[in-house]
């Protein structure tokens, strides 16, 4: 060995590396909202910002039994290797609450996945070549957005009203790419509580959408996590899965109904496309904890659990009116907001702001954190936008991040005016 | 809604689902490890396929107590979402095990992912462009071929020899590429009692391998699960990234020291590099369980896990012992196996076979499992051979399994002779 290449000390990293990067480095996007949740952790900040499930109100005492039975009992099987399929327990939980969404799948069609996160990438990896379009509501998620640049897919949007997306807006963008000779490698949607916007698609437009992607061979990746977060009232819609298995790939996600730290989700699918996708899967991660698997299928569709659910959506439907309110109470004229039924989210827009301005950065002088429209938008938003999460702050924080938001907009419109 | 678009019952999926799939698809290949390991669960076989490590010998009732207490006293923060970075307390932990090998590495080089699966697939990811070429050992991981084939590279292989892979060879590979203009996206090595051959690289080969892939420019890419599982009186080499950290990305896991069913892994890189692979990262599974994190932190690197380790690493010795012993008694001349210091594996080579014989069928007629020898190369093996894994075996069951492997060595000779 020579020095040269083996430097050390302080050196040993002095200069930029000498690995080549692959063409997809240049779409890898740190995800704002992840750069904005280690920020979150300063005392002096209020953050509106991360979509956090309330995880104080789980029965942790209960979990933990749980947890140390199966270790206890099960020790050797449950800390080995398991199947690339998932664990034996879980499609029967899944399988219940596809069903409360009108879908009767059997074990063959679904896939466990460490998170829904997962299921974006999987589903990307096996429909889309790079230069394919993806289409997506505007706004939408970004964490999904990582994929899309990942594999190098050019992302296409398409307006949300109070329905949900314009299926007129679906229908004219899939008309777009195929006079462009374009390939659609899928429509990407958040069909309940859509982060960020929060809204929902109605009934009778999953209906639309369906056919309008069916008729052409499209395939829908629907992103259901927030299907069983309505607020106390409301009932899931039918999953676009159930209307037509054979062209949809289902994601489900116990992130929001238990926990996000346990990385537990899961896909449905054609059996033909489920099985490709256990394969793609296997070489990313094998599979997902064998623990987590067993906490989950242990605790979930338990009436403990029921109860804890309705905790959640009680809290978060409180949540969310208190922050609406709030906005009423603070904000200048000229701001609009949705009105969510259920999940974590509300979408605001700012008139008499320059659709350019940099709004994280005014929140931040002003000590709030929220996510900013722009990270939701592949290219220029429609306007000055911002997004709101009410699902893990208590009342105080979301009246006083309403006020600094108020600030915060006075501050953008002077030094920022549309 | 026409019928056309939403058919139901038994008919959901009769037709191929009409999705189009990308073309990385046709490189995506089951493992052949995960598919005997289905098998593997019939009583009336011996497997000796799948490398799992002893999970029996653990202390369950203290690894149950480790996971209450965490889920009792931290249960909000631990259910919740976690750093992508991972949590804080691992670094220490990984830091210990990295300078037993040489290399003194700062949380700033340190990623945690869901097992050494993923951190080849984030390395892939990174590095590799479409038609690149990775070199590996010939034969090599079966899972790791599953990412070269999902990213579309080709691997190139060279022999490996009682020192682990032969630094001339790598040397034209490495050559041979470059006349070809082809790129060569990295080196993949597992330098310690290589999955599947058996061999460890020899701590001269080490320096050579290192020199010549820094004097060319080319990443190694280090997957070092079994450093710490070498047979008593051993001790783990220098691994190569503590002889040039700025060229290499190391791989490490607790599956082979602790637990594979907790999905608990590191990566080690040149800080810019690291900060690269967690954005890849965040896109696919946003972080590990932070619950099996948690417990990896509160117990490895204990004086019960160091323990642990030692009747590990004495289990493993007594089994390899006794199967190698077997194999003297049992198995006809003209057939060879490597002589393991650690690790799971051996790997036996048949005289007198046709190397392209199906050498799995052929076991699975006197209900044995092995892993073939074909799935460890991308093109023809050089010679009819196989992958014998003791690590998680009876006694018993090795010796069995080596009294079948002498009838399908005859059933081989017979029916497909060299």
Redesign the interface.
């Known amino acids: 060995?020579?020095s040269a290449?083996?430097?050390t000390g302080k050196e040993?990293?002095a200069?930029?590396?000498?690995?080549?990067?692959?063409?997809?480095?240049h779409e890898?996007?740190?995800?704002p909202v992840?750069a904005v949740?280690?920020l979150a952790l300063d005392p002096r900040f209020v953050s509106l910002a991360?979509g956090?499930?309330d995880?104080?109100l789980?029965p942790?005492?209960e979990?933990?039994?749980i947890?140390?039975?199966?270790?206890?009992d099960r020790?050797?099987?449950?800390?080995?290797?398991?199947?690339?399929a998932g664990i034996a327990a879980l499609p029967e939980v899944i399988g219940a609450l596809m069903a409360a969404q009108g879908a009767q799948v059997s074990p063959r069609e679904l896939l466990i996945t460490?998170?829904s996160?997962?299921g974006i990438?999987l589903a990307t990896?096996?429909?889309?070549?790079p230069g394919?379009v993806v289409v997506a509501e505007g706004p939408t998620y970004v964490?999904a957005m990582?994929?899309f640049?990942?594999y190098e897919t050019e992302l296409r949007q398409i307006p949300v009203d109070d329905d949900g997306l314009v299926p007129q807006a679906l229908e004219e963008a899939l008309d777009a790419a195929q006079r462009e000779g374009r390939?659609v490698?899928y429509l990407y949607t958040i069909p309940h509580h859509q982060n960020p916007s929060g809204t929902t698609l109605s009934q009778p437009r999953r209906?639309q959408v369906?056919?309008i992607c069916?008729?052409r061979?499209v395939?829908i990746v629907e992103d259901d996590p927030y299907a069983f977060v309505g607020f106390p009232g409301t009932e899931p819609l039918a999953s676009l899965y159930s209307?037509?298995?054979?062209?949809v790939v289902h994601l489900g996600s116990f992130?929001k109904i238990?926990?996000?730290?346990?990385?537990v989700g899961w896909m449905a699918a054609?059996?033909?496309?489920r099985d490709?996708l256990q394969?793609?899967g296997?070489?990313?991660?094998?599979?997902?904890?064998?623990?987590?698997q067993e906490?989950v299928a242990a605790y979930v569709g338990t009436p403990s659990w029921s109860e804890h659910l309705g905790r959640l959506r009680q809290a978060y439907a409180e949540r969310c009116q208190g922050l609406l309110d709030s906005l009423a109470q603070h904000v200048p004229d000229g701001v609009r907001w949705t009105v969510p039924s259920g999940g974590f989210f509300t979408w605001v827009t700012l008139e008499g702001v320059d659709p350019g301005a940099d709004i994280l950065g005014a929140a931040i002088e002003r000590e709030l954190i929220v996510v900013p429209g722009r990270a939701c938008f592949a290219g220029e938003p429609p306007g000055a936008c911002l997004r709101l999460a009410y699902s893990g702050s208590s009342p105080q924080a979301l009246q006083e991040g309403a006020r600094r938001l108020a600030q915060v907009i006075d501050d953008l419109r002077q030094a920022h005016p549309a």
Do not use: W
């Open positions: 060995m020579t290449t083996t430097p040993r990293f200069a930029e590396p000498a690995m080549r990067y692959a063409r997809r480095e890898f996007r740190p995800s992840r949740f280690e991360g956090n499930p995880t104080a789980l942790h005492e979990i933990a039994e947890s140390a039975r199966l270790l206890r020790g050797a099987e449950i800390l080995q290797y398991g199947s690339g460490t998170g996160q997962m990438d990896k096996l429909l889309c070549d394919d964490g990582g994929v640049g990942a390939r490698g209906e369906v056919e069916a008729r061979g395939p209307l037509n298995p054979a062209g992130s238990f926990s996000p730290g346990m990385r054609p059996p033909q496309v490709r394969i793609a296997e070489s990313v991660d094998i599979h997902p904890s064998v623990l987590a906490i």
